[in-house]
């Protein structure tokens, strides 16, 4: 049973992985088409804000029970993460604001062992190092490599929110009062569209864009067809599959497939953009799966078990 449970959650993992990854393809025309990046990311959480508001009013007792929990999805897992990548875009090279993000896996595993103090298996950690390593080579990071200092801290900060994504995600998991994950992502869309309304400042866009066609390729796309492909494939569909996954897996194990999703977001721009890809962006994506497979291989710790790499250290020592 539990087997089969972990491997829909790697399922769902993957599914996840590949619909987030599948947002920058269809942002990135609408950029070039004349909106400017945060709008682009307002019109996405507002999007998925609005589908998902039939949801939020189906468990608007969430808002009583959970209001913390909600406030913190929105603010970091939603809002922040988006917030602090664009920020961090302005300052340093586009690769490495997306490795800084994706840092978030490893941060996520720190922060398991030394604040939660749960034991962290050796396959995520093992797995987390090799996807890590993977993503430098796939985003190229020593290509035009420019450091600004506070450029490199707002991708920190994206990280740690993408690493509190998935602590959100399991948040609660484990007691009585299981809130339901279509709900906390639906209030979750609803503070972060909020949030991402001050910020961007909706009413300076120019809305006659979604009106006409944007490149995708050399094919002319009506832009309406790529904001509902943002909106309801790379959000809603993408945060539902997420959060579901991992519950189903563990914030350790679901993190490092989420890696997966820059590898997917090149290959896509490869192919539906014509974006060249490298020898080392290649060898990367066999990195990052590769780190995936490993991690997915860990056997989480059942509660009140000690953690197996313990175990071994207090063998040698007897």
């Given at each position: 049973?539990?087997?089969?449970g972990?491997?829909a959650?790697?399922?769902?993992?993957?599914?996840?992985?590949?619909?987030f990854?599948?947002s920058?393809?269809?942002?990135?025309p609408l950029?070039?088409?004349?909106?400017?990046p945060l709008?682009v990311v307002?019109?996405?959480?507002?999007?998925?804000?609005?589908?998902?508001?039939?949801l939020?009013w189906?468990?608007?007792?969430?808002?009583?029970?959970?209001?913390?929990?909600l406030?913190g999805f929105?603010?970091?897992a939603v809002?922040g993460?988006?917030?602090?990548?664009?920020?961090?875009l302005?300052?340093?090279?586009?690769?490495?604001?997306?490795?800084?993000?994706?840092?978030g896996?490893?941060?996520?595993l720190?922060?398991?062992?030394?604040?939660q103090?749960?034991?962290?298996?050796?396959?995520?950690?093992?797995?987390?190092?090799v996807?890590v390593?993977g993503l430098?080579?796939?985003?190229e990071i020593?290509?035009?490599?420019?450091?600004?200092?506070?450029?490199v801290?707002?991708?920190l900060a994206?990280?740690?929110?993408?690493a509190?994504?998935?602590?959100f995600?399991d948040q609660g998991t484990?007691?009585d009062?299981?809130?339901?994950?279509?709900?906390?992502?639906?209030?979750?869309?609803?503070v972060?569209?909020?949030v991402?309304t001050?910020?961007a400042?909706?009413?300076r866009?120019d809305?006659?864009?979604?009106?006409?066609?944007a490149?995708?390729?050399?094919?002319?796309?009506?832009?309406?067809?790529?904001?509902?492909w943002?909106?309801?494939?790379a959000?809603?569909?993408?945060?539902?599959t997420?959060?579901?996954?991992?519950?189903?897996l563990?914030p350790?194990?679901?993190?490092?497939?989420?890696c997966?999703?820059?590898?997917?977001?090149t290959?896509l721009a490869?192919?539906?953009?014509?974006?060249?890809?490298?020898?080392?962006?290649?060898?990367?994506?066999?990195?990052?799966?590769?780190?995936?497979f490993i991690?997915?291989s860990?056997?989480?710790?059942p509660?009140?078990?000690?953690?197996?790499?313990?175990?071994?250290?207090?063998?040698a020592?007897?």
């Open positions: 049973m539990q087997a089969s972990k491997n959650g790697l399922g769902l993992a993957l599914v996840s992985a590949c619909a990854g599948g920058g393809v269809a942002a990135k950029i070039e088409a004349g909106l400017d709008h307002w019109l996405r959480v507002a999007g998925a804000a609005l589908v998902l508001s039939p939020a189906r468990h608007r007792d969430l808002v009583r029970r959970k209001p913390f929990l406030a929105g603010l970091i809002a993460v988006q917030a602090f990548y664009f920020a961090s302005s300052r340093i090279p586009v690769g490495v604001a997306l490795l800084l993000e994706y840092l896996p490893a941060l996520l720190g922060w398991i062992r030394f604040v103090r749960k034991p962290v298996t050796r396959a995520a950690a093992a797995g987390a190092a996807a390593v430098a080579c796939v985003v020593w290509a035009g490599l420019s450091l600004d200092p506070l450029g801290l707002l991708g994206a990280a740690c929110c993408q509190f994504y998935f602590v995600a484990d007691g009062d299981v809130p339901d994950p279509l709900g906390v992502i639906a209030f979750g869309m609803i972060g569209a909020l991402m001050v910020i400042r909706p009413w866009m809305w006659s864009v979604l009106g006409s066609d490149a995708l390729g050399d094919t002319m796309v009506p832009a309406a067809v790529l904001l509902g943002v909106v309801l494939i959000t809603v569909f993408a945060y539902l997420g959060v579901v996954s991992v519950r189903r563990s350790q194990v679901a993190g490092v497939v989420a997966l999703e820059a590898v997917i977001a290959v490869w192919v539906l953009l014509g974006e060249h890809l490298s020898s080392w962006q290649i060898a990367g994506g066999a990195l990052v799966l590769g780190g995936a991690a997915q860990a056997r989480p710790t509660p009140g078990a000690a953690d197996p790499a313990v175990l071994d250290r207090e063998t020592s007897a």
